[in-house]
T-cell receptor, first 114, second 112 residues
Framework: ETGVTQSPTHLIKTRGQQVTLRCSSQSGHNTVSWYQQALGQGPQFIFQYYREEENGRGNFPPRFSGLQFPNYSSELNVNALELDDSALYLC?????????????FGPGTRLTVT | RKEVEQDPGPFNVPEGATVAFNCTYSNSASQSFFWYRQDCRKEPKLLMSVYSSGNEDGRFTAQLNRASQYISLLIRDSKLSDSATYLCVVFPWTGGRRALTFGSGTRLQVQP
């Protein structure tokens, strides 16, 4: 296992609600990236956090926001949920500027919006 | 046009077969290349990195052609346990941002 954990595992929300997903990065890693994977698609980059600041963002609207904490864990917040937000949300931890390029994925949170 | 394009499959092959997956990418600034494997309803896991010189890991061989912006994965002697979705991934590392760009994946089903 990678040592990256995510909570909750599954979540059902109603359109218009808000949701917070959590990710604990692997020990020694200082960077967390979030990805959205819709059914039948590859993961799409949402944003990345490094040292508690956003360090790049994909093509997602501002209602997708995040935080990184001093212990490098992270949260993804989605406001005003839409049906199309139903997806597997993955976080990946890595070490910025480290010798190891690999990003280690957590098991994901499956969000269903009804 | 998608940044990373893959044939979605599915590829249905018998055990023992050799199967090849192809992938093209559009960002010539891409620095690193990978194949990830994703089992149903699980997270993606790194299968192997891809280098211009070609690299092999057991039954798996990956190849990169930078001039054609083309990546391939060859699986020899397919096993039932190889059934999964294979994701082609490029890493256009710019300004310190490490954001992986994934293709949509190619589904492989190995049959007994």
């Amino acid at each position: 296992e990678t040592g990256v954990t995510q909570s909750p595992t599954h979540l059902i929300k109603t359109r218009g609600q808000q949701v917070t997903l959590r990710c604990s990065s692997q020990s020694g890693h200082n960077t967390v990236s979030w990805y959205q994977q819709a059914l039948g698609q590859g993961p799409q980059f949402i944003f990345q956090y490094y040292r508690e600041e956003e360090n790049g963002r994909g093509n997602f609207p501002p209602r997708f926001s995040g935080l990184q904490f001093p212990n490098y864990s992270s949260e993804l917040n989605v406001n005003a949920l839409e049906l199309d937000d139903s997806a597997l949300y993955l976080c990946a931890s890595s070490s910025m500027w480290g010798a190891d390029d690999e990003q280690y994925f957590g098991p994901g949170t499956r969000l269903t919006v009804t | 046009r998608k940044e990373v394009e893959q044939d979605p499959g599915p590829f249905n092959v018998p055990e023992g077969a050799t199967v090849a997956f192809n992938c093209t990418y559009s960002n010539s600034a891409s620095q690193s290349f990978f194949w990830y494997r994703q089992d149903c309803r699980k997270e993606p896991k790194l299968l192997m990195s891809v280098y211009s010189s070609g690299n092999e890991d057991g039954r798996f061989t990956a190849q990169l052609n930078r001039a054609s912006q083309y990546i391939s994965l060859l699986i020899r002697d397919s096993k039932l346990s190889d059934s999964a979705t294979y994701l082609c991934v490029v890493f256009p590392w710019t300004g310190g941002r490490r954001a992986l760009t994934f293709g949509s994946g190619t589904r492989l089903q190995v049959q007994p």
